[in-house]
Structures are given as structure tokens and as C-alpha cells.
């Protein structure tokens, strides 16, 4: 079969409840916005994990079928920097599932349009934009974790790490993976909540040390995990999503969440103020902070915005929320530019090539 054979087969695998938007799959996909017999199509930017996206088109679906959700997926950083540079010809009405301080960028940059959502007062007040003039809304939170392969431990007499400090040890040169901050939510979760925690000057001494024993750097932030979990590192900077998951299928990982504190990043929602079908965008933002919405975020997600609605997640480790940092989202979004900048000019080299 030829390599777009195997591509466009794909394309309509994914594309069962949802449209998956890829490179290479446009083509094959409906045309975006307009309504056809009905059925208006809004085009949805996210980070999500890929494996979550058709359970949420098909919750979603079963309540509003008049409404088809074509997604555009990358991870956090790509969809950021999709989104800034579309600014001038935006292709988005809604962004579902991205990093609370890319969309705090974008409030800045006045791309989102003010909406508050129906029963957004029902929801804890950290997922909430409580601004005059909100924009945005939050959906679950994910917290940074280490993956610690405790087979490859063994091959290469490792101990298992309880810090963050740990990592900068000699015993973990090369063994130690994390993600490009740039490409990564997870990545700049990881360096702007060590910046919080550790103070500016000795925050970029730590990465500096760190980056002694980094491998390498990827440009997502699950795969560090992943490769921690099929062998390819013993350690694998990551988060706890991924991690739990990977438990759950066997891998021999252990996750360690670091006795200084965790970053933790909130995934939310906001519609973009140049879309042309603002009720349907509408009508997704009011369903995505609904009870049965956080219920499908809980079944990865250990912290979701609606109060009472978390049961405990199976692999995650107990104290994670206890563990999560006062996590300055305004300070991290505005200096998000400047981070990255100084980030790339030092630890770049070992960056995965992009694809």
C-alpha cells in the first residue's frame, strides 16, 4: 500500500465521530465552517492527547448533533505559535483543550472574544477567568511527574530520584529525558514553575546542571514518559497522565512526584473573536464545563474545574494536589517570550530535529 494509501486510511480511521485535522489529512477532510444540511462545522485548535479527543467529540455529539467538530491537533507549544502567527488570518473558532498561559497570550494579544459560559460560577474559581471581561475557561489541570524505569534502574545501578535537585546528580548523567519548552506545555510548565520555585538566578543554575545530564530534549511532553516506559531512558521528565496510563498497561514504571512541588498547568477553552458562528461556539464552551464534560476529563485527569466531580485516577500517586505549587499563571504567560528565548539559547543543541 502506497504512503498515501496508509495516510488517507488513517485519516478516516480517526475521523469515525471527529475530524482529525493533520498534516497531510486536510484534503480528505470536510471543508471547514459553513452549515450543510444543518450541520455546522466549527474548527477546534487543541493540545489534547490524541487518545481523548473521539470519546469527547462523541459525548458531545450525542447532545448537540447539529454541531461537527473538525480538530486541528499539535502539542501545546506548536498550536500556540499556529495561533499567533494565523493572528492576521485566524483559521480557529474555538480552542478546546490548551494551556491556560497560551490563552492568557493570546487575551493579551485581544484574539479571544469575552464569553462568559453558562453555570461558569458552579466552578472552582482557579479554572475560571474571573476578569470583567472573561475569556477564557478552565477544564482539568495537569501536573508535571517524573517516569522512573525501574528495570533500566536496575541495569545501570540507579537510584530511584525524590527531587527535582536529585536529577542534577552524576549517577543520572544520560540517562535523564525531558521536553523542549518551546514545542512543550509540559516543558514550560517544568522550567517557569522551577523559575517560581527555586528564585530566577538559581532556577536557571539548576537547568543549567540538569541540562549536564539530559540525553536529549523532545518536542512532546508525553513522550518522555513513553520512552522512560518502553526502555529507551530510565527517566523520563513528564506528567502524570501519560504515566498512569502506561502503568495501567504493564510498563515498569514508578512516578515520582518531587518533594519541592510540582508545576501543574490548567487546559482551557475560549472561542476565538473572529469566527463566524459564535452560537455553536458558544453552545461547545457551555458544554465543555458541564458535569458530564469534567466526568470524561476525570477518567485521565486527577483535577477537573467542577467541584465534587474527581474520583481518585488509578496510578496516580496520592499526593499530587497536596504537591502542586502556587502557580503564578499571569507572571508565567507574561514572561513566556523571554523564557523560551533564554531557554532556547542555552539548551537548544540537544533538542530533538523538528519534524
Given amino acids: ?105 493570546m487575551k493579551s494579544e485581544d484574539m479571544l472574544a469575552t464569553y462568559a459560559p453558562e453555570n461558569v460560577e458552579k466552578l472552582d474559581s482557579k479554572f475560571r477567568d474571573n476578569s470583567k471581561d472573561p475569556s477564557w475557561v478552565g477544564m482539568d489541570a495537569w501536573v508535571a511527574a517524573i517516569c522512573f524505569n525501574t528495570e533500566e534502574a536496575k541495569k545501570f545501578n540507579l537510584s530511584k530520584p525524590t527531587s527535582w535537585q536529585d536529577l542534577t546528580k552524576p549517577e543520572y548523567k544520560g540517562h535523564v529525558i525531558m521536553p523542549n519548552p518551546n514545542s512543550s506545555g509540559t516543558g514550560y510548565l517544568d522550567v517557569s514553575s522551577w523559575l517560581q520555585t527555586f528564585g530566577d538566578d538559581k532556577g536557571w543554575d539548576y537547568m543549567d546542571n540538569l541540562h549536564t545530564n539530559i540525553s536529549r530534549y523532545t518536542h512532546s511532553g508525553s513522550k518522555p514518559c513513553k520512552l522512560a516506559a518502553s526502555g529507551e531512558t530510565a527517566i523520563g521528565i513528564s506528567f502524570a497522565y501519560p504515566g498512569a496510563k502506561l502503568i495501567g498497561k504493564g510498563a515498569p514504571l514508578d512516578l515520582v512526584i518531587p518533594s519541592e512541588g510540582v508545576g501543574w498547568e490548567i487546559e482551557a477553552t475560549a472561542i476565538l473573536n473572529t469566527t463566524d458562528k459564535m452560537d455553536a461556539a458558544k453552545t461547545l464552551v457551555d458544554w465543555s464545563i458541564t458535569p458530564k464534560a469534567n466526568k470524561l476529563y476525570n477518567q485521565g485527569y486527577a483535577v477537573v474545574a467542577y467541584p465534587g466531580i474527581a474520583q481518585p485516577v488509578e496510578h496516580f500517586p496520592a499526593e499530587v494536589t497536596e504537591k502542586m505549587i502556587k502557580n503564578d499563571f499571569e507572571w508565567a504567560a507574561k514572561n513566556r517570550d523571554e523564557i523560551l528565548s533564554e531557554w532556547q539559547k542555552r539548551y537548544d543543541g540537544k533538542s530533538d530535529p523538528k519534524s
Fill in 1 to 105: 500500500m502506497s504512503m498515501s494509501s496508509n495516510l488517507k486510511t488513517l485519516c478516516a480511521a480517526v475521523a469515525a465521530s471527529s475530524t482529525l485535522l493533520l498534516a497531510g489529512c486536510g484534503n480528505d477532510t470536510a471543508e471547514l465552517g459553513g452549515s450543510e444540511n444543518g450541520i455546522t462545522e466549527l474548527t477546534v485548535y487543541t493540545a489534547l492527547e490524541a487518545d481523548l479527543l473521539k470519546s469527547y467529540s462523541e459525548a458531545f455529539s450525542e447532545d448537540h448533533p447539529n454541531i461537527k467538530i473538525n480538530w486541528v491537533r499539535d502539542s501545546t507549544g506548536t498550536i500556540t505559535a499556529k495561533l499567533l502567527a494565523e493572528k492576521e488570518n485566524p483559521q480557529a473558532d474555538v480552542i478546546w483543550g490548551l494551556a491556560g498561559t497560551s490563552l492568557l497570550k
